[in-house]
């Protein structure tokens, strides 16, 4: 385990929690802050410091060691869907009789089978933060179907197909189309899974580096990237937050290598919780604000104090779905696949 991945992983769920308490706070409930929806543009990027996260932990775990592909698939999905069915049959009521309470900024109504099996479409999906999941498991599916080629033919093979998409996404606006498959595969978000796979490579090498001021020196840089690259005029968020996001999870690995870590039990619970918390925060908020609103809005209490329950809330909720559902049920699962291809 690394265990500053870990407390970067709940520094990014972290980000987009606060990424969404801004949004929701200024543009739906009168926040009147401008001045944080500038601050937005750098925590968004938290999507992106997990998509680097993923290609690391895939490369990581996996490094020169023989695994079958339906094994991986399984370990992954396992991971990927259950707390995210829960929390999509928890919307279904809602999709049923408040549609309209659902994603309400999207021109298209969501296709609860697309969102069920986390496969684009030309809605939102079910779960707004879901459409992250639509990479992440494409990710690995490309990531397992490529696992017999060892590790560094996969990743350089794994690269220059994404490098070849992202070529093809930039000549055919596949978005354009209305072709949500299509802008998937093409996006260059997937450079970003890309980039963590070949820091899983470098992370070894970074324990052998004996100048502890090349450490002090990336770290500036992914400082300077991270202030400075999301507000450049480029339309492509790898280049804006992806650079940043790599360099950010660099400076994590090359901490750890170096001995600089963080606290091990605090860290490891806050990445244990990021998945959970990543998924139910957007629910919070809705149904935090939705019971302001009806107790008297800005009448009873002021807005950031409605966000700052929304926090604590989202925090309280993650700790009890990860302990209380997610966390046996993996365990589970994780049995009946060992029992599974133990057989096999």
Not at 109 to 121: G, I, M, N, R, Y
Not at 123 to 146: D, H, I, K, R, S
Not at 151 to 179: H, P, R, V, W
Not at 297 to 320: E, H, K, Q, R, Y
Request: with cysteine.
């Amino acid at each position: 385990m690394v265990i500053n991945i870990q407390l970067l992983r709940f520094i990014a769920a972290s980000m987009i929690l606060l990424t969404h308490l801004v949004l929701f706070g200024n543009k739906k409930y009168d926040l009147n802050m401008p001045d944080l929806m500038s601050l937005e543009v750098v925590l968004r990027m938290g999507v992106d410091v997990f998509f680097v996260i993923s290609g690391f932990v895939m490369v990581y775990t996996t490094y020169n060691k023989r695994v079958r592909i339906g094994e991986f698939l399984y370990k992954r999905a396992a991971r990927i869907y259950p707390i995210y069915w829960l929390l999509c049959l928890a919307l279904l009521p809602i999709l049923m009789f408040k549609p309209g309470w659902i994603n309400a900024g999207s021109a298209v109504a969501p296709s609860f089978w697309h969102s069920w099996f986390l496969v684009p479409s030309e809605g939102a999906p079910l779960l707004m933060v879901a459409w992250t999941l639509e990479f992440e498991m494409f990710f690995y599916l490309m990531f397992a179907l490529t696992l017999p080629l060892g590790t560094l033919k996969q990743i350089s093979t794994l690269t220059a197909m994404f490098l070849a998409t992202t070529i093809l996404g930039s000549i055919y606006n596949f978005e354009d189309t209305q072709n949500p498959i299509l802008t998937l595969i093409t996006s260059p978000l997937l450079l970003e899974f890309a980039a963590g796979m070949w820091l899983a490579v470098l992370y070894p090498r970074l324990k052998l580096v004996q100048n502890n001021v090349l450490l002090i020196v990336i770290g500036l840089i992914a400082i300077a990237s991270l202030v400075y690259m999301p507000y450049i005029n480029v339309e492509n968020r790898a280049i804006t937050h992806g650079v940043p996001a790599s360099l950010v999870v660099l400076a994590f690995l090359f901490c750890e290598a170096k001995g600089f870590v963080g606290e091990r039990k605090t860290s490891k619970v806050g990445g244990n919780i990021s998945y959970a918390l990543y998924l139910i925060h957007i629910l919070v908020i809705s149904a935090v604000a939705k019971i302001w609103l009806a107790l008297g809005g800005v009448n009873i209490a002021p807005t950031w104090a409605m966000l700052f329950v929304v926090v604590l809330v989202s925090l309280s909720a993650a700790v009890v779905l990860h302990y209380i559902f997610e966390k046996p049920v993996l365990s589970f699962l994780h049995k009946v696949g060992k029992s599974l291809y133990e057989k096999a």
